[in-house]
């Protein structure tokens, strides 16, 4: 059976790295990282424009012809709003495929850092743009909230499972994944 795994945790912890791990080692499974299919919508860079609209639709679609296809789909996204997690859920059950829900976490402080950290090491157009819009809403006030908001998703959907995300610890963390999975 075909699953859908929604790889979810805050911003920075390392949800893209292990999605494209876990589709290397997996052949068939496409790592559906939104914020690349993001990058390919044009007016992303401007504040101004909402692509979200767009994105998501391509995101659906992409994911509902993957899983129609019988295919494993990983989808490396922090969401906090319990609908959002739901319609990926009723995507993956219209489409005959299992749904996998796995957080990845870190202390709230720790988080935070490491948010911080990806941006002062990168030269990513993305990860720059991204660390400007949760500056300008907030910075680390707003990453702590998305981090509570977080664990209460966790609290309400208690088949979710939590992964512990240890900054540097690549192969360990993809270990405790793909155990996850396998419950």
Excluded: C
């Excluded at 935070?112 to 030269?123: G, K």
């Amino acid at each position: 059976m075909a699953r859908l795994v929604h790889l979810n945790g805050p911003p920075g912890i390392g949800k893209s790295t292990l999605s494209a791990l876990l589709a290397d080692r997996e052949p068939g499974t496409l790592n559906l990282d939104v914020d690349l299919v993001h990058r390919l919508v044009g007016g992303w860079r401007d504040e101004e424009t909402d692509t979200w609209p767009a994105v998501w639709s391509l995101v659906r679609a992409m994911a509902a012809t993957h899983l129609g296809g019988g295919h494993d789909v990983v989808l490396p996204q922090y969401h906090a709003r319990l609908h959002e997690i739901a319609a990926f859920e009723d995507l993956a059950r219209e489409h005959g495929a299992d749904f996998r829900e796995v957080v990845l976490l870190d202390g709230r402080e720790a988080s935070a850092e490491r948010f911080d950290r990806r941006a002062r090491d990168s030269d990513d157009p993305w990860i720059l743009h991204h660390h400007r819009l949760v500056t300008a809403r907030g910075g680390p006030a707003a990453l702590g909230t998305m981090y509570d908001d977080l664990v209460e998703v966790v609290r309400l959907r208690p088949d979710a499972v939590v992964v512990p995300s240890v900054p540097g610890a690549v192969s360990e963390t993809y270990a405790l994944l793909v155990d996850a999975l396998r419950r």
